[in-house]
């Protein structure tokens, strides 16, 4: 049977599909600790998009259920959805104010946030690695 997919995205909601969180607090209290995380994990990731055979080979060996030829469409389905658009320009793990904004105002309409409030409130860049 012929389908077509439709992304969420299109439909004009938009929201980042993986975040790292913690709260102010921990932040604040440890920001090399915050700083090497998510670099870390930047890194992990950039290594992903530079050898993906590699690291699937990694994963299918800790979970042999996940076929290597599945782990390989995933790569290359996700690929433009990990390292196009923003993270294309500005790097992996890149966040706008716009974009949150957006997210704030629709939850707000849909009654999912009592009140807006200021994107740059709950999200930063300011520990990502320099592109």
Do not use: C
């Not at 290594?47 to 076929?67: C, G, M, R, S, T």
């Not at 782990?71 to 294309?88: H, I, K, N, P, R």
């Not at 992996?92 to 707000?108: A, K, N």
């Amino acid at each position: 049977m012929k389908t077509e997919t439709i992304l969420v995205s299109e439909s004009g909601f938009d929201p980042y599909n993986v975040v790292l969180f913690a709260t102010k607090d921990y932040v604040e209290e440890n920001a090399e600790t915050v700083r090497k995380f998510v670099t870390s994990f930047v890194e992990g990731w950039n290594y992903y998009k530079d050898a993906p055979d590699e690291i699937n080979e990694v994963i299918h060996e800790a979970n042999p259920n996940l076929a290597l030829e599945s782990l390989a469409f995933e790569t290359e389905a996700q690929m433009e959805f990990v390292y196009g658009g923003d993270a294309e320009e500005h790097g992996f793990g890149y966040m706008s104010e716009e974009r949150w904004t957006t997210l704030i105002d629709q939850l707000h309409e849909l009654g999912l946030l009592e009140e807006t409030f200021d994107a740059n409130e709950i999200f930063t860049t300011e520990f990502l690695p320099s592109h």
